[in-house]
């Protein structure tokens, strides 16, 4: 089992719908979850962190964070073509100072 | 404000040569952490650094290493390379490496080519 699961993909969704990229994480010692975006070619760029359980909302986007279920989600509304790139989901390991990655999921928002 | 750097942008090294990657964080961060990114796959943990003391270490060999100066930047060392090693090199910055404030923010990578 991997430590940090996500859909491949790629998530396909038309301009302006919600997108909806999962992640599931086996260790249940886990606190901190953050989501990541990567655009081909550059370098990981923070889009969200979360800590406690429920929902949190920045501009477009919205974190869910489920402890019980090891479960964590990202919600894209009114996407947009410019936000199609590969989302990372990453947790920092329980009581280990380090970020366990996903291998990402590919989102394409066509117009 | 300048957010982090890291240098060089490119390399080509062949087998069995000695590599050192560098990377200064964003002003004000006290933690470096370095990750290995190989197409297709998300970052792998290497290191972690906060005031000169490694904080955490990734499964990694021996041939990998790394420190930070006392003006928080850092160096990445990879010796005997191997083909495998070929891959983008990540350096993160964070202000701390407690729990409460682990955001880490990346720099643009360094692009290892190992012929």
């Known amino acids: 089992q991997k430590e940090v699961e996500q859909n491949s993909g790629p998530l396909s969704v038309p301009e302006g719908a919600i997108a909806s990229l999962n992640c599931t994480y086996s260790?249940?010692?886990?606190?901190?979850f953050f989501w990541y975006r990567q655009y081909s070619g550059k370098s990981p760029e923070l889009i969200m962190s979360?800590?406690?359980?429920g929902d949190k909302e920045d501009g477009r986007f919205t974190a869910q964070l489920n402890k019980a279920s090891q479960y964590v989600s990202l919600l894209i509304r009114d996407s947009q073509p410019s936000d199609s790139a590969t989302y990372l989901c990453?947790?920092?390991?329980?009581?280990?100072?380090?970020?366990?990655f996903g291998a990402g999921t590919r989102l394409a928002v066509h117009p | 404000d300048a957010g982090v750097t890291q240098s060089p942008t490119h390399l080509i090294k062949t087998r069995g040569q000695h590599v050192t990657l560098r990377c200064s964080p964003i002003?004000?961060?006290?933690?470096v952490s370095w990750y290995q990114q190989v197409l297709g796959q998300g970052p792998q943990f290497i290191f972690q650094?906060?005031?000169?003391?490694?904080?955490g270490r990734g499964n990694f060999p021996d041939r990998f290493s790394a420190r930070q100066f006392p003006n928080y930047s850092s160096e990445l060392n990879v010796n005997a390379l191997l083909l495998g090693d070929s891959a983008l090199y990540l350096c993160?910055?964070?202000?701390?490496?407690?729990?409460?404030?682990?955001?880490?923010?990346f720099g643009p990578g360094t692009r290892l080519t190992v012929t």
């Open positions: 993160a910055s964070s202000l701390t490496w407690t729990e409460s404030s682990y955001e880490q923010y």
């Open positions: 260790d249940r010692g886990s606190q901190s």
């Open positions: 979360i800590y406690s359980n």
């Open positions: 990453a947790v920092k390991a329980g009581g280990y100072n380090k970020l366990i």
């Open positions: 002003s004000g961060h006290k933690s």
């Open positions: 650094y906060y005031e000169k003391e490694e904080r």
